[in-house]
């Protein structure tokens, strides 16, 4: 924060470490960020793709689903819909 906005006062008192931000992305920044998206999927009635996809990584299998669509305005837009784990993923599962 105090790199981005160097000439704001407050902005140059904030410390923030891994667990501060991944909480503010979490709880802030992604909700917004899929809500606004939806939004302008709904209110233009866009054609849109879901990708997802598989990883492993250890023994976590890891999950994202992600939305591509196109704006005239903003051009090719892609999000992160959600993102999951299954630590426990099994054939049978």
Do not use: W
Not at 11 to 17: A, E, V
Request: hydrophobic share 35%.
């Amino acid at each position: 924060m105090p790199q981005l906005f160097n000439d704001s006062i407050i902005c140059k008192q904030i410390r923030c470490g891994r667990t501060k931000a991944e909480k503010m992305i979490e709880n802030v920044s992604a909700p917004y960020s899929i809500e606004r998206h939806s939004e302008k999927l709904i209110k233009s009635n866009q054609k849109f793709s879901v990708a997802n996809d598989a990883s492993n990584k250890n023994n976590i299998k890891l999950f994202p689903i992600l939305i591509q669509y196109y704006n005239s305005n903003d051009g090719m837009q892609q999000f992160v819909l959600d993102f999951y784990e299954d630590a426990s993923e099994t054939s049978s599962a």
